[in-house]
């Protein structure tokens, strides 16, 4: 009884003395302002951190879209390889779930970057695009397709996300789907259904796997440029998957590719060509397709092209869009014959022929246009006169070119050269001097030119040419050694941006590409810059 009376008594003087506690006033104080202090820097961080969380949720966000648009156009054109619908595609059911995937896409990205009012486009408040990199002017568009809308405020990067997106689903399912003969025997069906899975499978992961990459850069995590090395790693386990599935199931009885009994392209229904696209930074996939190990190698290097397209669109802050991407593909598939050019005979509608002509999709928007050009058909042979007149414009300009030549390079060479001479004494070094240049390393996410400025120096070109892409790693080690830097030894690297010398969390790298400048900056990027 003597302990539980101790017990009790101990109790009640805790609940006394938080009690007396809520009622100090000195008490109140303390925890309103502590309350008052986190709420303010709370908010701090949450405003410095919008424009990051803005892009990471518009890189998932595409990524989500596009699995989504992916898998519901890949169930339409399966459910008319099985028999049990009849086309064409996109029937009512996938209209829907795409329509739905788009009302995600936009209302994702609105509460991620609209501002307060948590949408796009009003009240001011969206973060900034030159914030997030989409600065960009217009969608940059892929293949020479139709996604050219003006940027200017995060909705236009959702319907520029979307509308890339949906040409590069249309594109994937016509390659997958398109030229299969669905009356054919239920082996050869089986084959057809396990190709346009696979494929849209692959695509799928890919875009998911760079997704994460890009993240992961975004986020300081790596330096890229994705695929980093652990991206590499996770996709060529996908195209792995992508091979054995497709000869297992079109492999004949061994169930593997490149034996005779496999299934021939002819008898699956494929197309005759692969797509004339080259994979950003890789092969081009233009080939002719005759055996079945041609068709997996066309479906892999089109779904590596597609997915590192989509990724690199969505994080346009990591590395610029891709050229390959949105260069015109010159597919040699059965999609590019309607676009013959007979439209230009009747010559007040030449100008109308443009805009049909970059979409090679012919899903939903060209079904008119491609019923009147096969009316106009018959006159092919009067396209020939049309490029003529075009020959006239390029001989105009020669003209200007020979007169400012000479005049232009007397005076600036006598000018020029005392002036370097001047600038290239200052007074003793501040930081570490090796190799005949002035090193100077500080805190991550600031550039050459930020660093100098700081100094008191101008960016010299010796951040490159000594320790950066056009140096050497010997030398990148000897600079970062003299600056007592972290790190151990000085591996050379592909990155996304011109950082040159660097240390990144602990680590130290030269980037041999792009070449080093003076503006590129990242976070836990800590640069080793020559001033002057």
Same mark, same amino acid.
Request: aromatic share 4%; proline share 7%.
């Given at each position: 009884?003597?302990?539980?009376?101790?017990?009790? @008594?101990?109790?009640? +003087?805790?609940?006394?003395? +938080?009690?007396?506690?809520?009622?100090?006033?000195?008490?109140?104080?303390?925890?309103?302002?502590?309350?008052?202090?986190?709420?303010?820097?709370?908010?701090?961080?949450?405003?410095?951190?919008?424009?990051?969380?803005?892009?990471?949720?518009?890189?998932?966000?595409?990524?989500?879209?596009?699995?989504?648009?992916?898998?519901?156009?890949?169930?339409?054109?399966?459910?008319?390889?099985?028999?049990?619908?009849?086309?064409?595609?996109?029937?009512?059911?996938?209209?829907?779930?795409?329509?739905?995937?788009?009302?995600?896409?936009?209302?994702?990205?609105?509460?991620?970057?609209?501002?307060?009012?948590?949408?796009?486009?009003?009240?001011?408040?969206?973060?900034?695009?030159? &914030?997030?990199?989409?600065?960009?002017?217009?969608?940059?568009?892929?293949?020479?397709?139709?996604?050219?809308?003006?940027?200017?405020?995060?909705?236009?990067?959702?319907?520029?996300?979307?509308?890339?997106?949906?040409?590069?689903?249309?594109?994937?399912?016509?390659?997958?789907?398109?030229?299969?003969?669905?009356?054919?025997?239920?082996?050869?069906?089986?084959?057809?259904?396990?190709?346009?899975?696979?494929?849209?499978?692959?695509?799928?992961?890919?875009?998911?796997?760079?997704?994460?990459?890009?993240?992961?850069?975004?986020?300081?995590?790596?330096?890229?440029?994705?695929?980093?090395?652990?991206?590499?790693?996770?996709?060529?386990?996908?195209?792995?998957?992508?091979?054995?599935?497709?000869?297992?199931?079109?492999?004949?009885?061994?169930?593997?590719?490149?034996?005779?009994?496999?299934?021939?392209?002819?008898?699956?229904?494929?197309?005759?060509?692969?797509?004339?696209?080259?994979?950003?930074?890789?092969?081009?996939?233009?080939?002719?397709?005759?055996?079945?190990?041609?068709?997996? +190698?066309?479906?892999?290097?089109?779904?590596?092209?597609?997915?590192?397209?989509?990724?690199?669109? &969505?994080?346009?802050?990591?590395?610029?869009?891709?050229?390959?991407? @949105?260069?015109?593909?010159?597919?040699?598939?059965?999609?590019?014959?309607?676009?013959?050019?007979?439209?230009?005979?009747?010559?007040?509608?030449?100008?109308?022929?443009?805009?049909?002509?970059?979409?090679?999709?012919?899903?939903?928007?060209?079904?008119?246009?491609?019923?009147?050009?096969?009316?106009?058909?018959?006159?092919?042979?009067?396209s020939s006169a049309t490029p003529t007149p075009t020959l006239t414009i390029p001989l105009v300009t020669p003209s200007a070119t020979p007169?400012?030549?000479?005049?232009?390079?007397?005076?600036?060479? @006598?000018?020029?050269?005392?002036?370097?001479?001047?600038?290239?004494?200052?007074?003793?070094?501040?930081?570490?001097?090796?190799?005949?240049?002035?090193?100077?390393?500080?805190?991550?996410?600031?550039?050459?030119?930020?660093?100098?400025?700081?100094?008191?120096?101008?960016?010299?070109?010796?951040?490159?040419?000594?320790?950066?892409?056009?140096?050497?790693?010997?030398?990148?080690?000897?600079?970062?050694?003299?600056?007592?830097?972290?790190?151990?030894?000085?591996?050379?690297?592909?990155?996304?941006?011109?950082?040159?010398?660097?240390?990144?969390?602990?680590?130290?790298?030269?980037?041999?590409?792009?070449?080093?400048?003076?503006?590129?900056?990242?976070?836990?990027?800590?640069? &080793?810059?020559?001033?002057?």
């Amino acid at each position: 009884m003597s302990i539980r009376r101790q017990r009790d @008594a101990r109790r009640r +003087r805790s609940i006394t003395r +938080r009690n007396d506690d809520a009622t100090d006033p000195r008490g109140r104080r303390y925890f309103v302002g502590l309350a008052t202090a986190v709420l303010v820097s709370l908010r701090g961080v949450a405003g410095a951190a919008e424009p990051l969380s803005c892009e990471r949720t518009i890189v998932k966000a595409a990524a989500t879209f596009a699995k989504a648009d992916l898998a519901a156009s890949q169930r339409c054109a399966d459910s008319i390889v099985r028999g049990k619908f009849a086309g064409p595609c996109p029937d009512v059911r996938t209209t829907m779930k795409v329509f739905a995937a788009r009302s995600r896409l936009r209302a994702v990205i609105d509460h991620a970057c609209g501002g307060s009012d948590k949408t796009c486009g009003i009240g001011g408040d969206d973060v900034a695009m030159d &914030a997030i990199g989409w600065n960009l002017g217009a969608c940059p568009n892929l293949e020479a397709g139709e996604c050219t809308n003006a940027l200017t405020h995060c909705g236009d990067a959702a319907e520029c996300l979307r509308c890339v997106v949906e040409a590069a689903t249309d594109q994937e399912v016509t390659l997958a789907f398109g030229a299969f003969d669905v009356g054919a025997p239920l082996a050869v069906r089986r084959c057809q259904r396990t190709l346009g899975k696979q494929s849209i499978d692959f695509v799928t992961k890919s875009a998911r796997i760079l997704s994460q990459c890009e993240d992961r850069v975004l986020r300081g995590k790596s330096i890229g440029p994705c695929p980093d090395a652990r991206a590499t790693t996770v996709l060529a386990a996908r195209e792995e998957r992508l091979v054995t599935k497709t000869c297992r199931a079109c492999g004949g009885a061994d169930k593997l590719c490149g034996d005779a009994d496999d299934l021939t392209p002819d008898a699956i229904g494929f197309a005759p060509t692969c797509p004339a696209v080259t994979v950003p930074g890789g092969e081009s996939c233009d080939a002719t397709i005759a055996t079945l190990d041609d068709i997996v +190698r066309c479906l892999a290097c089109v779904g590596r092209f597609k997915a590192q397209c989509l990724a690199s669109l &969505a994080a346009p802050a990591s590395a610029p869009y891709p050229s390959e991407c @949105a260069a015109s593909a010159a597919t040699s598939t059965p999609i590019a014959t309607p676009t013959v050019t007979p439209t230009a005979t009747a010559t007040p509608t030449a100008t109308a022929t443009p805009t049909a002509t970059p979409s090679p999709t012919l899903t939903i928007p060209l079904a008119t246009p491609s019923a009147t050009a096969t009316q106009s058909a018959t006159p092919t042979a009067t396209s020939s006169a049309t490029p003529t007149p075009t020959l006239t414009i390029p001989l105009v300009t020669p003209s200007a070119t020979p007169t400012p030549t000479s005049t232009s390079t007397a005076t600036p060479t @006598a000018t020029e050269t005392p002036t370097p001479t001047a600038t290239s004494t200052p007074g003793p070094c501040a930081g570490a001097s090796v190799g005949g240049a002035c090193w100077f390393v500080r805190g991550d996410n600031q550039s050459c030119a930020t660093v100098c400025a700081a100094n008191g120096l101008a960016y010299d070109s010796a951040t490159a040419s000594y320790a950066g892409s056009g140096g050497s790693a010997a030398n990148c080690q000897a600079v970062l050694d003299a600056l007592s830097a972290s790190g151990g030894s000085v591996l050379d690297i592909a990155c996304a941006d011109g950082w040159g010398c660097l240390v990144n969390i602990a680590s130290r790298f030269r980037c041999t590409i792009p070449a080093t400048n003076s503006t590129a900056a990242l976070l836990n990027v800590s640069r &080793a810059c020559a001033c002057q």
